[in-house]
C-alpha cells in the first residue's frame, strides 16, 4: 500500500536527532518544556492529526504536566473529563495498555477485534482512521506509550522502522529523565535526614562507601570554619558538600564505576554533573526552607566545586576571582575525600599522600591559602614533610 507521506516517516532519523540536541539543551535549562517539544516534534514530524503520552504511574506526574500529555487525545473528544479511572478504562486505555503490555509497537488496525470494536465510535467522534502506539522504555521497563493518531491507515512498514522508532524512545527518555529530576528536587524539600540518604545514594552508585557523605560535610564545615565563614555561609557550605554529587543520579552507573578511562562522550556526560545537581538545589527551595539566601549560595558551591583557579575545571571554565569561595571549599574537601576513599579502580590513599597532593594542586588549581588552612586546622595529622610518592595526575585517576 502506498502512502504519499510515508517517505516522510522513512527519511527522518537525521531530522529526530537534530531535535535531540535542542532537548537535551532544554532538559538541562527548562525540563517543563520537554512535554510540549515532545508532542510537537512527534505531531509535525509524523503528520499526526493528534499525538498524547500516557504515563503507567500517574503518581509520577504532577496534574498540569499530565493535562499537557493527554489534552490530544482523542478520548479528549468525549462528553467526559479525562481523569485516571475513564482514561485507564477506556477505549483508547485499553489501546495504549495493550502496547504497554506487549512492550511493541502496536496499530490500533492490528489489535484484536474487541479493542478495534471499542475504539471505532472515539476514532469517528476524533475524525481519525487510524493509530500507533509506540511504549517508551528505559531500561528495558516501559513506563508509558506514545500515542499518534493519523487520517489515514498506518502502513506496517513504518511501525516496524526501528532507526525511527529509536529515535523516538530517546526523546521519550529526556521526558523521563526531566520527571526524575524533579522527583529527586521533590525529595531533596524533606528533612535533612532524607536528603543525606539521598546524597549517600547518589554517592554509592560513585562506589563510595557508607559514611562518605558525613564525612566530607564534617570537613566542610572544619574548613569553612577556619576560614570564618558566617552563618549563613556556614548553611550553604554544608549544604554544598552534602549534594555536590547529587547530579551523578543522572550519570549511567557503568561509567561512574567504569574502571579504565572514559571516553569523549562519557567525560562530557559526566562533566555536567555539577550543573544538573546545582538546578536539583534550586528547584528543591519552593517550600521556603532552606531560605534562597542560602540555596543560591549552595547552589554556588555545587555547580563550582570542579572548577579550578587556573581556569581547567568544569562546567563552566572559571578562574581566578570567579570560582566562588564556597565552591573553592568544597573543591579542596571533595578532593581530599576522593583520596583517601577506595574507588572503584584504586586502593584508598593514604592520608600522608593526599595531603602532598593537594599542596601540589594549590596555586595552579585549588586555593593555596584555604590549603593551608585545611591542612593545618582540619587534618593536621595527614600533614608530612617528604614527597608525594605518585604524580598527582594518577592519583585522582
Known amino acids: 500500500m502506498a502512502w504519499g507521506i510515508l517517505d516522510r516517516f522513512m527519511r527522518p532519523k537525521w531530522l529526530l ?33 493528534y499525538v498524547c503520552i500516557h504515563f503507567a504511574e500517574h503518581g509520577r506526574l504532577r496534574p498540569e504536566t499530565r493535562a499537557a500529555l493527554v489534552s490530544a487525545c482523542p478520548a479528549a473528544h468525549d462528553a ?24 511493541d509497537v502496536v496499530v490500533a ?42 487520517k489515514r491507515t498506518v502502513p506496517a512498514k513504518l511501525a516496524t522502522a526501528q532507526n525511527v522508532i529509536r529515535s523516538v524512545r530517546l526523546l521519550g527518555n529526556l521526558v523521563y529523565g526531566a520527571l526524575e529530576q524533579e522527583r529527586y528536587a521533590m525529595e531533596l524539600r524533606g528533612s535533612e535526614g532524607v536528603v543525606l540518604a539521598l546524597a549517600q545514594a547518589a554517592a554509592a552508585r560513585d562506589g563510595y562507601a557508607d559514611g562518605h557523605v558525613a ?7 572544619a574548613l569553612g570554619a577556619a576560614a570564618g565563614l558566617s552563618r549563613v555561609e556556614q548553611e550553604a557550605v554544608r549544604a554544598g558538600a552534602m549534594l555536590r554529587d547529587i547530579g551523578k543520579l543522572h550519570v549511567p552507573e557503568y561509567m561512574l564505576r567504569k574502571p ?12 555536567k554533573h555539577p550543573a544538573l545537581g546545582a538546578r536539583m538545589l534550586l528547584e528543591s527551595g519552593n517550600d521556603g526552607s532552606p531560605t534562597p539566601e542560602v540555596l543560591a549560595l549552595a547552589a554556588g558551591a555545587i555547580r563550582g566545586h570542579h572548577e579550578r583557579l587556573d581556569g581547567s575545571g568544569y562546567p563552566d571554565g572559571l578562574a581566578g576571582d570567579a570560582v566562588p569561595v564556597l565552591a573553592r571549599i ?32 594549590a596555586g595552579p588549581a585549588l586555593d593555596p591559602a584555604l590549603v593551608a588552612f585545611f591542612l593545618s586546622r582540619c587534618v593536621p595529622a595527614a600533614v608530612a614533610s617528604e614527597p608525594a610518592a605518585e604524580p598527582v595526575a594518577n592519583a585522582l585517576a
Open 17 to 49: 536527532d537534530r531535535v535531540l540536541l535542542v532537548a537535551e539543551d532544554v532538559a538541562e535549562t527548562n525540563g517543563e518544556a520537554l512535554p510540549a517539544l515532545l508532542i510537537e516534534t512527534l505531531r509535525e514530524h509524523f503528520g499526526a492529526q
Open 80 to 103: 467526559q473529563a479525562i481523569n485516571e479511572s475513564t482514561e485507564s478504562a477506556g477505549a483508547e486505555g485499553r489501546f495504549w495498555r495493550h502496547a504497554l503490555a506487549s512492550r
Open 109 to 150: 488496525s492490528t489489535t484484536p477485534a474487541a479493542i478495534q470494536d471499542d475504539l471505532r465510535p472515539l476514532f469517528a467522534a476524533a475524525g481519525v482512521q487510524d493509530g500507533m502506539a509506540i511504549p517508551l522504555l528505559y531500561r528495558g521497563e516501559a513506563y508509558a506509550v506514545a500515542n499518534l493518531y493519523f
Open 215 to 221: 564525612h566530607v560535610c564534617a570537613l566542610a564545615e
Open 260 to 271: 579504565g578511562p572514559l571516553d569523549a562522550e562519557e567525560r562530557a556526560r559526566v562533566r
Open 330 to 361: 568544597v573543591a579542596i574537601v571533595d578532593v581530599y575525600a576522593a583520596l583517601t576513599a577506595d574507588r572503584p579502580y584504586r586502593a584508598a590513599l593514604p592520608e600522608m599522600r593526599a595531603a602532598h597532593i593537594l599542596q601540589d594542586m
